[in-house]
């Protein structure tokens, strides 16, 4: 089997154009990689086309892009519902449905149709990537790549390392995100949550429970996250821009992989979920937005 290298890679494989997947892949072929976006939904492939050419638009009219460079960004892109263009890709990031069971119906098939050589990487949030590895045939070749949302925007990719993945598998997936602009952060042992969202779980935790002591008020304690701490938004503001439902279901997903009291979902955040206030994109979380 040969050794995986970053000059061997030119296509790159998204699996998933949701909200993660289709930006990842223009990030990619922003970066001058050719990139493939595979879903089993034509929709979401027509929704991500859309979104794409929109962004690239607003971008060229920003002057944050020149209409040259967006132009060779959409040719680069190929969307397909057929995972065989898995065959001819030197690295795949799989961003799909949040799932074990599709995600390992993913990876057995990505075992069998990527080339010896392609590294299989998952953007899972609360999956570690042994439990995807195995159905691969090529553990030592699979990690987490974990972006945050926005991709085109945040900086930040976890590479999260299993017991077997290889030396050379997190050299050159560290090595890629870099080269796709952006500031990987190697973490060396499949903890639930990773590092990004258990500093963001302890915050939020701290939050919660000052608000709910009454001590002050959610614009103060957001206030003062930003003003003293130096932090872009509060933990409010942050849950609301996240979605509380996706913070409540990362809780109950670390709460069931590690039993600790501590991890279960907040009860507060719970009953918002439970009342459709899902935050900004409810109109209504903790705050409420103009829609
Ligand atoms: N949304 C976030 O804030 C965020 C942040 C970081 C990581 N993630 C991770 O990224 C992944 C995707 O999340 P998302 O928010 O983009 O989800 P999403 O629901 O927006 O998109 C998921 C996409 O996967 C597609 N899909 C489902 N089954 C498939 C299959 N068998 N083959 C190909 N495509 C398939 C769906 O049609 C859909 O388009 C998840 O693993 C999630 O944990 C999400």
């Known amino acids: 089997m040969s050794k995986p290298a970053i000059e061997n890679i030119r296509h790159i494989l998204v699996v998933g154009s949701g909200a993660m997947g289709s930006q990842i892949g223009l990030v990619a072929a922003l970066a001058g990689y050719r990139v493939t976006v595979q879903d089993i939904s034509e929709e979401m492939l027509e929704a991500a086309k859309f979104q794409l050419a929109s962004r690239l638009k607003a971008n060229v009219a920003k002057g944050k892009a020149t209409a040259d460079d967006a132009d060779a960004a959409l040719r680069r892109l190929t969307f397909t519902t057929n995972l065989a263009a898995a065959a001819d890709a030197d690295f795949v990031i799989e961003a799909a449905t949040e799932r074990l069971d599709i995600k390992q119906q993913i990876f057995t ?42 991709a085109l925007v945040m900086k930040c990719v976890e590479v999260v390392r299993h017991r077997q993945t290889s030396d050379a598998t997190v050299e050159v997936t560290l090595e890629l995100a870099r080269r796709l602009g952006k500031e990987p952060v190697l973490i060396n042992q499949e903890v639930p949550g990773f590092v990004a969202n258990r ?6 935790k701290e939050a919660l429970a000052l608000h709910a002591a009454g001590v002050a008020t959610l614009a103060d304690i ?20 996240v979605g509380l439902d996706v913070i409540d279901f990362i809780a109950q997903a670390t709460h069931a992989q590690t039993g600790e009291e501590a991890d279960r979902p907040h009860p507060a955040i719970t009953e918002l979920v439970v009342r459709g206030r899902l935050g900004r994109k409810t109109g209504h979380g903790w705050y409420r937005y103009a829609q």
């Open 199 to 204: 500093l963001m779980a302890a915050v939020q």
């Open 109 to 150: 098939r990505l075992g069998e149709l990527a080339p010896a050589h392609a590294i299989l990487t998952t953007n899972s949030s609360t999956l570690g990537s042994s439990k995807v590895a195995d159905a691969s045939g090529r553990p030592e070749q699979v990690c987490n790549m974990h972006f945050f949302n926005p």
């Open 222 to 241: 957001d206030a003062t996250a930003k003003s003293a701490l130096g932090h872009p938004m509060g933990p409010f503001e942050l849950m609301d821009m």
